[in-house]
């Protein structure tokens, strides 16, 4: 199983949208609707922001939205703030009780 | 709410076998709604799933890892462990455990904050 592709930086102004792509193949994001987002900030635990395509966990601001077409599921972060500057990862189910993740994106707020 | 904690050395020499434990507190480890899975990020690069396991002791490994690691599960300490044999400067990485919630939906819902294991003579 090869790693999910995710562009390794995106970018936008305070107050603006950004979104976030990460493509895989049938076998994994287009096989099943299992894709979850994380975000990472540096020292701290992994959080998770979506899950199952586009579902929020208590606690995740709803500018925070997942979707999925095809083999590409995307991260979409409107109303840009700050603190939402980090890494963020995304990864899918892939069968067999096997999971992939993806190469990682650096969020920058501008 | 619930933590998890991961523990071990921090620098393991090359062709040993690396061993990390994760400690669960604030909620059950033997439950039928989740595995309980190992992942990792080398330094300046993405995360890599390890493997998880079932409270029953069912593991499920990454296929790339699958001949060196072995994961194991201390139920009534609340502890689940990784041990991954033969390291080389490759398995240089910041280790994290992590609750996996399975059943209604498939993800990683609670994570350690990771752990450093440098591979070095």
């Known amino acids: 199983q090869s790693a999910l592709t995710q562009p390794p930086s995106a970018s936008g102004s305070p107050g603006q949208s950004v979104t976030i792509s990460c493509t895989g193949t049938s076998s994994d994001v287009g096989g099943y609707n299992y894709v979850s987002w994380y975000q990472l900030h540096p020292g701290k635990a992994p959080k998770l922001m979506i899950y199952d395509v586009n579902k929020r966990p208590s606690g995740v601001p709803d500018r925070f939205s997942g979707s999925k077409s095809g083999n590409t599921a995307s991260l979409t972060v409107s109303g840009l703030q700050a603190e939402d500057e980090a890494d963020y990862y995304c990864s899918s189910y892939a069968g067999s009780n096997n999971w992939v993740f993806g190469g990682g994106t650096k969020l920058t707020v501008l | 709410q619930l933590q998890l904690q991961e523990s071990g050395p921090g620098l393991v020499k090359p062709s040993e076998t690396l061993s990390l434990t994760c400690t669960v507190s604030?909620?059950?480890?033997?439950?039928?709604?989740?595995?309980w899975g190992w992942i990792r990020q080398p330094p300046g690069k993405g995360l890599e799933w390890i493997g998880n396991?079932?409270?029953?002791?069912?593991?499920y490994y990454n296929p790339s890892l699958k001949s060196r690691v072995t994961m194991s599960v201390d139920t009534s300490n609340s502890q689940f462990s990784l041990r991954l044999s033969s390291v080389t400067a490759a398995d240089t990485a910041v280790y994290y455990c992590?609750?996996?919630?399975?059943?209604?939906?498939?993800?990683?819902?609670?994570w350690g904050q990771g752990t450093l294991v440098t591979v070095s003579s």
């Open positions: 992590a609750r996996v919630r399975v059943g209604s939906g498939l993800y990683f819902d609670y």
């Open positions: 396991i079932y409270y029953t002791g069912s593991t």
């Open positions: 604030g909620g059950p480890i033997s439950s039928s709604s989740y595995y």
